[in-house]
């Protein structure tokens, strides 16, 4: 028997954990977090007042205030049992880090009391010099600061023999350069809030305050068997499959989407659930994907910042726990082959203080044209601006997504739903000089409908949906981050608030009349934008002719959609709202590139090992088993006269050369790639992504193709890599 097949037994043989009925949500929920109430308890009403100050308009407290709210925060931290805290921050790697320090502090020789200090929380210094920079820091100045974010509550991660205090922080160079991924967003909310106030006060609302983005991204996962996962090398290695036969059934019969969610998976739900909820993590839908093993949660929506915290924290968690369930949860982007892969619905919108949102009709003519601007602006931001989503999602595991037949294409394109087309369609028909409330009503906006999900939700290609009351921005990949597209996403956006604003404020100069103004410049827009817009299916071939001739971009390489971030109108755009600067993006864009090029070096080496280790022994052992078996039959032929259906014996002599075939074109293209890998260490970083994306990648799947013909005959038992029909369907 082989591992492989021993394994089978373990696997069914697991126990289920009881797991004793949880108490009411509502009794529980964020009961991990040093939120907003729990502040209010604990330090004096002027330093809360304060503070309340700071997060709204960006004073910041004093120290002694600082000093307060951090003494508050490490008691209560205390009475939950952390004895450690961390600023708790997300690199440009995309995953979090932290390094924790022990509350303790000297009070004589020998002895130490348990202190925290306003300084202590507001900056860190992990030094982290090893984080990537892009260059940022030069060496002698190698250090990182982690700055305390006060818009999302301190945490405490709990583990078997303690808990430790996390606190959420961004991650700049010793200039304020950003580190991270999450001071860029926070930027793009500031300039998001501005360009929207510009828009809504023409608009008579002078009473908001301030307006943010909010998003509730999906997360897709897949979940299999520890004792499996310990087998794959490639699992462990890359998050991914690098060989393995397609198991004959996979999604074809589409029996997993939405179906009855085995109690195994349940139960691993639950204790997610109970956990993020603990942690204030509003997690609301979970159901079965298209995969075979392929799930996902969807949590409420919330402010982008949070949010984009908040799905970090979530896939933290799910990775956790799903070892106590002798699971492991795969977040990249198509782990198996030839089944859907995992991406992250990103739902955006926009909403004010007084908690409308923007992307929803109101109740009037004139919020309805409200409406009808700001999804004119974000029309013309995907229009101007697709390169840059694009460049948004940009990483080695998406590219497998990405324009493959199930996720949406590489080209972006926007989706609005039929009965808004229709309304666009009638606005650029005719715009009269002077519109009054009747002509309103005439174009069909007097009376917007709400547009519910069920008239605009059916198009599943689109990469940029109009859902409702929110876009959908689909490209994202399942292991990602969701700062970076949010950050852009926000910026694109800004700008173009700021300019249908502009362009409102002129022709209502020129013309006297604000509502015929603003008809005529979304008019304008929608006529500017056509080519962005797209309601057919993104799946299908006459699509991708279509878009060329549109003009529309579609690159699937990774390295070319980074270039995004370094062209000089970008660079502009980014500068100009104060998001990135110039050295950050340039960063970004070397950093990216460059884990591209890592990404592919750990798949392709783990593939030589595999292929070395694994495969051929297993191909030769087969081989063996046929040759001596064919030896013998020969020999009695001779021997005893054994009598053989000579078309029998030329089958077995067949079926033998059909193997050692396979194993040769294993190994010589395997000693390829080995080669190529060699050649491309002289190269530099973006040259080695070309020669990677072109060549590395096909050589990749040509020797899979081979290993997965000798996954199909090799006896079974002499075959160790779990195989897809016993990983994604034994449960
Ligand atoms: P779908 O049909 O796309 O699954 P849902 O209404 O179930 O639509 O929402 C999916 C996700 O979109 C959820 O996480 C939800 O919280 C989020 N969402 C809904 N409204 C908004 C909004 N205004 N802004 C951001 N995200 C939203
Ligand atoms: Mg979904």
């Given at each position: 028997m082989s591992i492989r097949q021993k394994l089978l037994f373990k696997v069914k043989s697991i126990e289920l954990k009881k797991i004793v009925a949880p108490l009411k949500v509502s009794t529980y929920f964020g009961q991990d977090t040093f939120g907003i109430e729990i502040m209010r308890k604990h330090v004096s009403q002027k330093t809360f007042e304060a503070f309340k100050i700071w997060i709204s308009e960006g004073k910041t407290i004093s120290l002694a205030q600082a000093n307060e709210i951090a003494n508050a925060m490490k008691d209560w931290a205390m009475a939950k049992g952390a004895t450690y805290y961390t600023h708790w921050f997300q690199p440009m790697t995309?995953?979090?880090?932290?390094?924790?320090?022990?509350f303790i502090s000297f009070t004589g020789p020998g002895k130490v009391i348990e202190k925290f200090s306003g300084n202590k929380l507001i900056q860190g210094e992990?030094?982290?010099?090893?984080?990537?920079?892009?260059?940022?820091?030069?060496?002698?100045?190698?250090?990182?600061?982690t700055a305390w974010d006060p818009s999302s509550p301190a945490f405490i991660i709990e583990s078997t023999l303690g808990n430790t205090l996390c606190i959420p922080t961004i991650f700049i160079s010793y200039h304020g350069a950003s580190l991270d991924k999450k001071l860029p967003l926070l930027r793009s909310d500031d300039a998001l809030n501005k360009a929207a106030l510009g828009l809504l006060k023409l608009f008579s609302h002078k009473h908001t305050k301030k307006v943010f983005s909010t998003c509730g991204p999906e997360q897709e996962y897949f979940l299999i068997d520890k004792n499996y996962y310990n087998l794959r090398q490639d699992l462990i290695m890359t998050g991914r499959t690098l060989t393995g036969a397609p198991s004959p059934k996979g999604q074809q019969l589409e029996d997993q989407y939405f179906g009855t969610i085995k109690e195994r998976m349940?139960?691993?739900?639950?204790?997610?659930?109970?956990?993020?909820?603990?942690?204030?993590?509003?997690?609301?839908?979970?159901?079965?994907?298209?995969?075979?093993?392929q799930y996902e949660f969807a949590p409420i929506f919330e402010e982008s910042n949070l949010a984009a915290d908040h799905n970090q924290l979530l896939m933290e968690l799910m990775k956790k726990i799903a070892l106590r369930h002798g699971l492991v949860c795969l977040f990249h982007e198509k782990p198996f082959a030839g089944v859907n892969g995992s991406g992250k619905h990103l739902n955006w919108s926009l909403v004010d203080d007084q908690g409308n949102n923007l992307l929803n009709p109101g109740e009037t003519p004139e919020d309805n044209l409200q409406f009808l601007a700001v999804l004119a602006a974000v029309l013309r931001a995907v229009y101007l601006h697709g390169d840059l989503l694009r460049a948004s999602v940009a990483l080695a595991g998406n590219e497998h997504r990405l324009g493959a037949n199930e996720a949406p294409p590489a080209i972006i394109s926007v989706f609005l739903g039929k009965q808004l087309t229709h309304i666009l369609d009638m606005i650029e028909r005719g715009v009269k000089s002077r519109v009054s409330k009747r002509d309103i009503i005439d174009l069909g906006i007097g009376r917007l409908p709400k547009f519910n999900k069920d008239t605009t939700d059916r198009n599943r290609t689109s990469p940029f949906a109009f859902t409702g009351t929110k876009f959908e921005f689909r490209a994202v990949g399942s292991s990602q981050n969701i700062s970076t597209p949010i950050a852009v996403i926000n910026t694109i956006i800004a700008e173009n608030l700021d300019y249908i604003a502009g362009q409102i404020k002129k022709v209502t100069a020129q013309q006297g009349d604000f509502n015929s103004a603003v008809l005529k410049v979304i008019s304008g827009v929608i006529q500017e934008t056509k080519d962005i817009r797209f309601e057919g299916n993104n799946y299908c071939a006459e699509w991708i002719k279509e878009a060329k001739k549109r003009g529309l971009p579609n690159i699937a390489a990774t390295y070319k959609a980074l270039e995004a971030l370094i062209k000089k109108e970008n660079i502009s755009l980014f500068e100009k709202y104060k998001v990135f600067s110039k050295e950050e993006l340039v960063a970004r864009y070397h950093i990216w590139v460059h884990m591209y090029n890592l990404t592919m070096e750990i798949e392709a080496n783990t593939l030589n090992e595999m292929v070395n280790a694994s495969v051929v022994p297993a191909g030769y052992k087969y081989e063996r088993l046929l040759s001596s078996a064919l030896d013998k039959l020969v020999r009695l032929k001779k021997s005893v006269g054994l009598k053989v259906n000579a078309a029998a014996l030329e089958d077995k002599k067949a079926h033998l050369s059909e193997v050692v075939?396979?194993?040769?074109?294993?190994?010589?293209?395997?000693?390829?790639?080995?080669?190529?890998?060699?050649?491309?260490?002289?190269?530099?970083?973006?040259?080695?992504?070309?020669?990677?994306?072109?060549?590395?990648?096909?050589?990749?799947?040509?020797?899979?193709?081979?290993?997965?013909?000798?996954?199909?005959?090799?006896?079974?038992d002499a075959w160790d890599l779990p195989k897809y029909r016993e990983m994604l369907f034994i449960k």
């Amino acid at each position: 028997m082989s591992i492989r097949q021993k394994l089978l037994f373990k696997v069914k043989s697991i126990e289920l954990k009881k797991i004793v009925a949880p108490l009411k949500v509502s009794t529980y929920f964020g009961q991990d977090t040093f939120g907003i109430e729990i502040m209010r308890k604990h330090v004096s009403q002027k330093t809360f007042e304060a503070f309340k100050i700071w997060i709204s308009e960006g004073k910041t407290i004093s120290l002694a205030q600082a000093n307060e709210i951090a003494n508050a925060m490490k008691d209560w931290a205390m009475a939950k049992g952390a004895t450690y805290y961390t600023h708790w921050f997300q690199p440009m790697t995309g995953l979090t880090a932290e390094k924790h320090d022990s509350f303790i502090s000297f009070t004589g020789p020998g002895k130490v009391i348990e202190k925290f200090s306003g300084n202590k929380l507001i900056q860190g210094e992990p030094d982290a010099s090893s984080f990537p920079s892009g260059g940022i820091r030069a060496t002698f100045e190698a250090r990182g600061y982690t700055a305390w974010d006060p818009s999302s509550p301190a945490f405490i991660i709990e583990s078997t023999l303690g808990n430790t205090l996390c606190i959420p922080t961004i991650f700049i160079s010793y200039h304020g350069a950003s580190l991270d991924k999450k001071l860029p967003l926070l930027r793009s909310d500031d300039a998001l809030n501005k360009a929207a106030l510009g828009l809504l006060k023409l608009f008579s609302h002078k009473h908001t305050k301030k307006v943010f983005s909010t998003c509730g991204p999906e997360q897709e996962y897949f979940l299999i068997d520890k004792n499996y996962y310990n087998l794959r090398q490639d699992l462990i290695m890359t998050g991914r499959t690098l060989t393995g036969a397609p198991s004959p059934k996979g999604q074809q019969l589409e029996d997993q989407y939405f179906g009855t969610i085995k109690e195994r998976m349940l139960n691993y739900m639950f204790d997610v659930a109970s956990d993020a909820y603990k942690l204030g993590i509003p997690i609301m839908t979970r159901h079965n994907e298209v995969a075979p093993h392929q799930y996902e949660f969807a949590p409420i929506f919330e402010e982008s910042n949070l949010a984009a915290d908040h799905n970090q924290l979530l896939m933290e968690l799910m990775k956790k726990i799903a070892l106590r369930h002798g699971l492991v949860c795969l977040f990249h982007e198509k782990p198996f082959a030839g089944v859907n892969g995992s991406g992250k619905h990103l739902n955006w919108s926009l909403v004010d203080d007084q908690g409308n949102n923007l992307l929803n009709p109101g109740e009037t003519p004139e919020d309805n044209l409200q409406f009808l601007a700001v999804l004119a602006a974000v029309l013309r931001a995907v229009y101007l601006h697709g390169d840059l989503l694009r460049a948004s999602v940009a990483l080695a595991g998406n590219e497998h997504r990405l324009g493959a037949n199930e996720a949406p294409p590489a080209i972006i394109s926007v989706f609005l739903g039929k009965q808004l087309t229709h309304i666009l369609d009638m606005i650029e028909r005719g715009v009269k000089s002077r519109v009054s409330k009747r002509d309103i009503i005439d174009l069909g906006i007097g009376r917007l409908p709400k547009f519910n999900k069920d008239t605009t939700d059916r198009n599943r290609t689109s990469p940029f949906a109009f859902t409702g009351t929110k876009f959908e921005f689909r490209a994202v990949g399942s292991s990602q981050n969701i700062s970076t597209p949010i950050a852009v996403i926000n910026t694109i956006i800004a700008e173009n608030l700021d300019y249908i604003a502009g362009q409102i404020k002129k022709v209502t100069a020129q013309q006297g009349d604000f509502n015929s103004a603003v008809l005529k410049v979304i008019s304008g827009v929608i006529q500017e934008t056509k080519d962005i817009r797209f309601e057919g299916n993104n799946y299908c071939a006459e699509w991708i002719k279509e878009a060329k001739k549109r003009g529309l971009p579609n690159i699937a390489a990774t390295y070319k959609a980074l270039e995004a971030l370094i062209k000089k109108e970008n660079i502009s755009l980014f500068e100009k709202y104060k998001v990135f600067s110039k050295e950050e993006l340039v960063a970004r864009y070397h950093i990216w590139v460059h884990m591209y090029n890592l990404t592919m070096e750990i798949e392709a080496n783990t593939l030589n090992e595999m292929v070395n280790a694994s495969v051929v022994p297993a191909g030769y052992k087969y081989e063996r088993l046929l040759s001596s078996a064919l030896d013998k039959l020969v020999r009695l032929k001779k021997s005893v006269g054994l009598k053989v259906n000579a078309a029998a014996l030329e089958d077995k002599k067949a079926h033998l050369s059909e193997v050692v075939s396979s194993i040769y074109y294993v190994r010589r293209n395997t000693i390829a790639m080995v080669k190529l890998l060699e050649k491309a260490k002289k190269l530099s970083d973006k040259k080695r992504a070309e020669v990677y994306f072109s060549q590395l990648k096909p050589l990749m799947e040509h020797i899979r193709k081979h290993v997965d013909q000798l996954e199909c005959v090799v006896a079974d038992d002499a075959w160790d890599l779990p195989k897809y029909r016993e990983m994604l369907f034994i449960k």
